[in-house]
């Protein structure tokens, strides 16, 4: 074999097709080492006739070392599963190729190829990210990768690096998380390694390196020429300078202060309270002996007393919040707290949480309430950054040491209620587990129109499953119309409080709903759930899906005239029969 492609991978099924559709007619041998893909890489990599590897993830130096040994051709040519060859540059490797492995100076001949980055749906020609010639090509054996981050080949024998036309394609940052969580992922890598070298660096010499750091992205690079994609590189450049070195600064002390009460306060939609509840499980891992509790509004506390790792729940109702000052503060100062995070920005709680003399409060700097009442602010925007806004939350948590990865979004939270007696007399005659449908959101988001919510109804009840119709009486009023007289259809709008809606929620098949807090609680208990979701924000997936081990979402690419979701029933109905049990319900 000539050339061997060498890949390693972490649930990339959104780009590796791309990838490997560019290497047709290119290479004899393409390997894959994945680090425990669980979106469908595995298959897709094997589909294009790939050797997949299954690995334990060691580091990108180490990983990619390893995948280079199962090469089989003469010739390595390593590229990232979020790249892609151009026309010119396949041409330009097989020209490259169909040389000698050495030159005639018997120097291993390798070959460094111009990356183009993409990003947010712009290419970046200027801001230091082009030219970006990296050296991806060389005779088997001949290199090794070196380094914790932004590794580098390393040669143990005279070589020559000999530049290829044209360039590799890099759609690196489709939205502005991607670029966020990137930043996160390579500072913390970066600050370990530091920390294990024993370097140090000031505060002066950290904010040195940040302003340069936008100086040289925006102007010596050019990045002005990029418009607002180059100002907003450099901006997010500057930023991750300054993370990564607060996060080595977060490991040379001896490591903050193990809080022994923490409050968590968020005062606003029981979804948003669903959430925020992953920041629980963080304080727990990081500080097994912490006690945690829960502020939240009287409407959403039936939730948080049914999460996982709750001490108490504290309802802030309306005499506290008009109030703050002495009401708001005497229910904070009796939890005798030493941290409270403020995953909303409540003014009134905030200046309640001050006034009770809470040593450590966090909140967002970004509005005035947070700037005057919290001792520590954080400066994300989470409006149009595209991260979820569980991940926003746990960001509060890096002053106190808590660092999290993404696995908080196969995570359950909530426990499912304990009801005594005959709670659900008006689901008695369902067949269990039945499936959940509920049209509302309470104006939370765009909806699907209650006609199609109706005619799933009916499909599903078509095919032997019993379905329950959930919401308020007020959501009744509007559904009324559309309600299918059909008798596995149970009509339970208004029938069940809260508590009740979670029980029976646990015991579902499948609950199917809109972007609103009985989706996110489904999720959250562990049932399989199926979000209708639209694109764009404020109300996209990207930073409202729910949370828990069996998420689906169907997207809207478009809104009917009214503004509610274009979907079609065929179009959800396909996604929820695969989630379904196959046996036959039918009598």
């Known amino acids: 074999m000539r050339l061997s492609v060498v890949v390693i991978t972490l649930n990339e099924a959104n780009n590796l097709p791309r990838l490997l559709n560019s290497l047709s007619g290119l290479a004899d041998d393409i390997v894959v080492f994945d680090s425990g893909s669980t979106d469908g890489t595995v298959a897709i990599a ?16 180490a990983t990619k070392n390893q995948a280079n040994q199962a090469a089989l051709g003469q010739w390595i ?32 001949r390798a070959g460094e190829i111009n990356r183009l980055t993409r990003y947010c749906g712009n290419w970046v020609r200027h ?30 024998a005279p070589f020559s690096v000999e530049r290829i036309a044209g360039h590799i394609e890099h759609h690196s940052y489709p939205y502005a998380s991607d670029h966020l969580q990137q930043i996160e992922r390579f500072g913390k890598v970066w600050a370990e390694d530091q920390h294990g070298q024993g370097k140090h660096y000031t505060m002066v010499l950290a904010l040195m390196k940040v302003a340069a750091q936008w100086f040289k992205s925006f102007v010596i690079k050019r990045g002005f020429l990029d418009g607002c994609t180059g100002w907003t590189i450099a901006r997010r450049s ?23 009460r923490v409050l968590i306060a968020r005062t606003d939609a029981i979804g948003d309270l669903v959430v925020t509840l992953p ?3 963080a304080l727990k891992d990081r500080f097994p002996n912490v006690k945690v509790d829960l502020l939240v509004r009287n409407y959403a506390a039936p939730v948080a007393r049914q999460a996982h790792g709750v001490n ?29 995070v403020h995953a909303f920005p409540d003014p009134s709680v905030m200046q309640a949480a001050s006034r009770a003399g809470i040593p450590t409060r966090i909140a967002s700097g970004r509005r005035w309430a947070g700037i005057r009442h919290s001792t520590i602010q954080c400066w994300d925007s989470r409006k149009t950054s595209g991260g979820h806004e569980a991940w926003h939350g746990l960001r509060l948590l890096l002053p106190l040491g808590v660092d999290s990865d993404e696995t908080f979004r196969k995570q359950t939270s ?13 689901t008695a005659p369902m067949a ?58 149970v009509d339970l709008f208004g029938q069940l409080d809260l508590k009740e809606l979670m029980a029976l929620q646990a015991q579902s098949a499948l609950v199917v709903a809109s972007s609103t807090g009985p989706l996110h609680t489904a999720a959250a208990l562990g049932t399989p759930c199926l979000g209708l979701y639209g694109k764009h924000a404020p109300e996209w997936p990207r930073r409202w899906a729910p949370l828990g081990p069996s998420v689906h979402i169907c997207i809207s690419e478009t809104l009917t005239a009214s503004g509610q979701l274009e979907l079609s029933v065929e179009e959800v109905l396909e996604v929820c029969t695969p989630l379904l049990k196959t046996t036959d319900l039918r009598e």
Request: aromatic share 8%; net charge positive.
């Open 127 to 156: 801001s230091g990210w082009h030219p970006d010639w990296k050296v991806r090509l060389w005779p088997s054996g001949a290199a090794r990768w070196e380094g914790a981050i932004h590794e580098q080949l390393a040669f143990d």
């Open 414 to 426: 909530l426990n499912a209620p304990e009801i005594q007696g005959p709670v659900f007399p008006l």
């Open 432 to 489: 269990a587990p039945p499936i959940l449908l509920h049209p509302g959101s309470n104006g939370s988001a765009g909806n699907w129109p209650p006609d199609r919510f109706a005619a799933l109804a009916v499909r599903l009840a078509e095919l032997g499953h019993t379905v329950g119709l959930t919401g308020t009486k007020e959501e009744r009023a509007s559904f009324g119309p559309h309600l299918p007289p059909h008798p596995r259809v």
């Open 312 to 340: 108490r729940v504290i309802e802030w109702n309306s005499a506290m919040a008009e109030d703050p000052k002495r009401r708001g503060m005497e229910a904070m100062r009796q939890g005798r707290y030493d941290v409270v």
């Open 77 to 108: 040519l390593s590229l990232d599963a979020d790249e892609a060859l151009t026309t010119p540059s396949k041409d330009a490797i097989r020209r490259h190729i169909a040389g000698p492995l050495q030159n005639e100076k018997g120097e291993w």
């Open 46 to 61: 094997k589909a294009h006739g790939a050797r997949v590897y299954p690995c334990k993830w060691q580091g990108w130096s």
């Open 279 to 281: 920041l629980v499980r």
């Open 238 to 260: 500057a930023w991750a300078t300054w993370r990564k070195h607060a996060r080595l600064r977060m490991l040379q002390m001896s490591g903050p202060v193990e809080p022994s």
